[in-house]
């Protein structure tokens, strides 16, 4: 991987009337860097144009730059999470006016469309996941939201708005495509399959329903650790490849109720399979890249359901009064804290998490 | 009202082979009285009978004494609720076998009728709150259970079963006709209106889906003060006629999500009326002795939902497991222990509950 | 009352450069007029212009008439339903063109809002219900409808426009007050009282879900005969006070699953109270004007719901898809014709329905 | 396959003393014969023997013929299907008494275990399909039932017993798997992979939901012109390989809402894959006998739903008065109707459906 650092006058004043500001940018596969690159200007009605104040890097980002995200092209500045200020706004947009802190969701939804109108953001037909994606993102010092009546949310005054950039992506993600999804009840039996920061994020929002076993599954004993702290009842290891074994055995031959993939790779999801209880779920919420088996021949009779998702953010004013009252501490993932400037430095703690044992690194622009 | 005890010899032995036993009973309005009265035996296939080892009062048996249920008559025992281990069996029972130690539920399910069958077991058309009302309950040394296999629970060794006579009928009773038929969800906002034992229960089992707000109202500081121990967010005291402003006031004049009816007066339930929030609900808990005024001149357009529930106990085995897991601890609930020969006193600590602060007794058989 | 009708010059050609245009303006209680307005413009950049095709008159303007609904002003030009076609749209609108054929939702719906976001258009904090009541409304030439992209919907070539006038308001409000919030099922009885237009739709949508039974409830001979041709199963004029009565044999005393009331009077809503069935729903979508009782000392053991609404026309879409697919005839509805420039004998003879048999009266722009 | 059939004497009087009588027997792998057997007898206090009148043949016995199903061992008489009289009744059964004319679930419930309670019958601890499986079954003069209160279903005076031996599987297995799991709406979208009988079942039952499309995918023209005729708005033959690609062109390139898999192979399902539209759901019909390829590579971010179920007949009460009610003809279903003395030929022409053009066929005992 070659990294790229474009030189940058030392002596710039930052400030709103800047036409070129610092932005992390893909530049093809196993190749990034921190450029100089104009700030973006209004280019729809519905647009705004947001001051990052602190953003932070996603899995998805790390596939981007291996090149695994065919629609995210080299030049694209990367990043879909964040709490900025406003800085302009588009004629139309009526919910905001500049100086107002928000976060971004990592969906951008019309508020129009056959799938926003049913709360499926994520399939938003000139919508959804395209910031930092198909559009610029969030890892730059400001960034173009479009829709942004209907994709940024009010940061109340005197909210920890580090704390907030989790509601941008990993905690919804959690808990639409997993915890919702896997519907997840009191006294229920869970097991989430994954203990990165979006089995964690799981973990968490699993909480809010009161389940009574919630079982973590990794191969890292360090984020099973984490897992512990952070409610689960039990962890397992599954490097030994006894996991579905003990699964059963905790639960007299049964398994689990809510069954949550956040991995991605058949192995994962197979394993999903083989502890789901009769009359139970698996929620897949991994990002695969190749098809899995599903073993219908064991699995036609049990009376399951298998869900996907891609997060619709829909839950983030939900998520927000659930911050506000404390029914969940968000910073709990985060682990590491750069300023813009360092961010490959970020990526490279980012990236290498097994070592640095990173869950989520907050970016500060 | 008249306290009357019959004699008992003194020297009888306590065991399964007694012939009669210590029970209390309703004498008629304003009467009670403990007696001797005969073990009761199996009448139909499906009975069992039980050795009570706890039990415990409800606001319903204090209605009884008062006359004013007309099912129950004068010569019944009393109690539906309570912890006991099986003595014997009806040749149709399969789930138990004597010695299990088992948790009765307040209402008897045949498990084969049209409500049964939708788990509405509250109108079971031979069965329902049957116990300590049309046929003799569990304030005894021992009980018949009707319908055993589908009414009985068993306990799980090294359980504690004093918490678990909570599970007879006032956590259910909370949970199934205030919080789920309330719609409780992460981060909306509650108002329990009455916080006696069965709004209390309300309180503990609302926590199970996170709601940011509890609001608790009543006329009594002390049980207030207890309810902002077991978790409410916010007490109101409604003597000064401003439980409605305060709560409008609280919620930018929206009102709340889920508004729980447990005390069950018109002026009550109109408190309810007034603070429902657009697209709320109402969830009636309180027995009602009179109709009550429902504005639908302000609530046609509100887009609300009243919701009205005898207990129908499906939530006991989802109950079991979250006080297996520890997710609720139903011996807050618990103020007061009696032995059974000293029910009277219960019952008179129990009917004084604004001078003795009682919440639920204990009575030990 | 007295009927008013403004001098109009005979001469003018009437295409889109006029600027006057013939409205039915409400003129104080008793008084009502047709009369030259000025062609209604753009005010806000998410508003569109629609000449108006077809409209039709609603029982809710006959409340406004009589002077019951003081969010409505004198001088307001009334209607709140029609198709027509795109005349202008503002710089923000990018659902619609001019040319466009649409249907006009009786709701307004900023799509933007906490209650939009939820889909309940109905309490849209800038909208709801306020064309032809805050706002200008239909029964004109043209009318200004503000957030077009949402609030209006497009006409698929083909379609028969007249049918459609339906969905705007009788439909949505029949199938998402009545038959969506009553839970009607395949198998289920379903009684609805009140056979008038909304009671019609409330019978016509009911038939969606197949339910076993439905008994129509009302006073009028014609009207249960039109409700019978429309598929009800059984019919019950009530005026001999035996409808309760009939209803409950009918049902082997256990009342009825689904009750809809479409009348709005306090005795109409206490015949549903007596007719619901353990386990039942009460919808409510008759607009009350005073207070009802409501029996808790014998419904709060019931394990009933009581529902109220305001329609929010969120399935309009859905049924769309529903006559496009010969599900539903709209038209079975429609019992009158008349140009706008005899909606004066339109409101008449809307207004005598028991007299002309009037259901839905279509008026022609 | 070898045809044995056992020599029986001419002149045997057949009433309910008769201690033998003519059963279907699976006699190994390829192997049936009509024989003679001993009549059952009561073995439990909830058992009931029931005079079978009619039954019927299940794709599933032919599975069983073939030597698919372990659970089947030879010597067993199948069917799991069938309405009868009464015969004699265990002495813990109270719902029925000799005489009742009864509607056999083809799955044996005891109405008390963990599964029962919340209405999972399939998956009865102690029961679920275990007629003509694991313990000898309806294609018989007499059929022991266990459970009979609970499995069993009383039969109106005057109902179609024909009619009614639909609703013992297929039908509910139609719906319950197909239908209500594939979540159909009214104006909603449904494809049906499969036009055999199940898939036929749940033709008639999805069209209790009014969805404006419902296609049927089949490679035998036969079949799809019985389900044009069943009510089916579009079929198509997926010989050509192009099943696909009509479908999507058909839905603007979106796919199908509810999309029904009701043959049970890996091509089939894979099909079902393809065709499913962002947010909507594949309800598994079919019994595979191999795993899948699940194509989670394409699927993780569609947010569509996979469920699987072996059929609980929980919604026989309900069938039972949508037929009452003629809102479904179940005898659509019945091709062609045998005497028990002939059930060999029955089972010829079942066998060979392609030929004969058979769906259900009746055997009468």
Known sequence: MTLTTMPRPATRTRDTATVTMKAFVYRGPGKKALEERPKPEITAATDAIVKIVKTTICGTDLHILKGDVPTCQPG???????????????????????????????????????????????????????????????????VRTPYADTSLYPIPEGADEEA??????????????????????????????????????????????????????????????????????????????????????MTGERGVDTVIEAVGIPATFELCEKIVAPGGTIANVGVHGQKVALHLERLWDRNISITTRLVDTVTIPMLFRTVGSHRIDPKLLITHRFKLDHILDAYETFGNAAKTKALKVIIEA
């Open 76 to 142: 694209r500045i990367l990043g879909h999470e964040g709490v900025g200020i406003i800085d302009k706004i588009g004629p139309a947009v009526t919910a905001f006016k500049p100086g107002d802190h928000v976060l971004i969701s990592c969906v951008s939804a019309c508020g129009k469309c056959v799938y926003c109108r049913k709360q499926m953001y994520s399939h938003c037909t000139t919508g959804g996941w395209i910031l930092g994606n198909s559009i610029d993102g969030t890892q730059a010092e400001f």
């Open 164 to 249: 907030l950039v989790m509601l941008s992506d990993i905690l919804p993600t959690g808990f639409e495509c997993g915890v919702l999804n896997g519907k997840v009840q009191p006294g229920s039996t869970v097991a989430i399959v994954g203990s990165g920061p979006v089995g964690l994020a799981a973990l968490l929002t699993a909480q809010f329903f009161s389940p009574a076993e919630i079982i973590m599954i990794d191969l890292d004993d360090n984020r099973l650790e984490v897992a512990r702290r952070f409610g689960a009842t039990t962890s397992i290891n599954s490097a030994d490849g006894k996991a579905v074994e003990t699964v059963l055995k």
